[in-house]
Structures are given as structure tokens and as C-alpha cells.
């Protein structure tokens, strides 16, 4: 089987393409394609909760942790403790991180626009489709058996 017809290459290759863009267009923000993520997924009128992130994002917590470090330190973000759970720190936006939030959503939404420009619909639905069945196969660990798993 060569790699170029295989369903992970294909799906390799196209995430590495699209976060190279998207760091391109970052960079041309002064920012990355992670902390446009991250911006992406605090609630921008009421914050979120900094143990919710990492598990929203599927990021790791030293990662994410790493990332709010400097998004703090470059004035996009700050913390407050929860009200609700003062055992928690909310992740709140400055009004320089709302500017930029508003960037990052629309870099996406352009993404998004372009794409579906050039597809049709039955194509975009068929794409879904295939991703659902994917993520499916995988959740239900279904693509190896126990054999296999234990042979890695």
C-alpha cells in the first residue's frame, strides 16, 4: 500500500497543510495557530473555567498551560477566581484579547467560506459523514482488535 492512498496520509497531510495556513496567518497577527485555539474557546463575555479548557481543546494541560502563560503575558488574557467555585480560576479576555478573538474567528469563517465556495453541498455532507464514521470507529475502538492492541 503506498502512503499517499492511505486514509491517515490523506488526513495527515490535509491537518498539516491547514495549520500551516493557519499559522501563516497568525504570524501575520503577531500570534499562533494555538493561541488563536484558545481564543476560540474562552466565552468571551463570561470567561471559562481553566480545568474545562484543556479537555474542550483535547490539548494537554502542560501545553495549555505553557500557552496561557504567554497569552497572559502579552495582554490578551487575565484570571479571576470563579465566584461559583472559588477553588477555580476562571480564563477571562481583555478587550485585547476580544479584538483578537474576532480576528481569529474570522480567519475561520473565511477558511470555511472558501471551502464550501468550491464544493458542493452533497460533497460537504459526504466529508462529515466520513469524519463521523471515522471518529465512531475509533471511540468504539473498533479498528484493532485486543490482539493487536497489546502487540504495539
Sequence with gaps: MQKETTIDHALRATWQAVAKMY???????????ATAFVLL?????????STALGPQMGMEPTSLSRILKNM?????IYRERNPEDGRS?????TDF??????????????????????LSKEKINHFFEVIDKINQLINERSIFTDAERKAV
Design 23 to 33: 499559522n501563516e496567518q497568525a504570524a501575520r497577527h503577531n500570534s499562533t495557530m
Design 41 to 49: 474557546n474562552i466565552d468571551s463575555e463570561n470567561g471559562t473555567p
Design 72 to 76: 497572559e503575558d502579552i495582554g490578551l
Design 89 to 93: 480560576v476562571l480564563i477571562k479576555l
Design 97 to 118: 484579547g476580544k479584538e483578537k478573538r474576532k480576528v481569529s474567528r474570522q480567519s475561520v469563517i473565511t477558511f470555511n467560506e472558501k471551502v464550501r465556495e468550491n
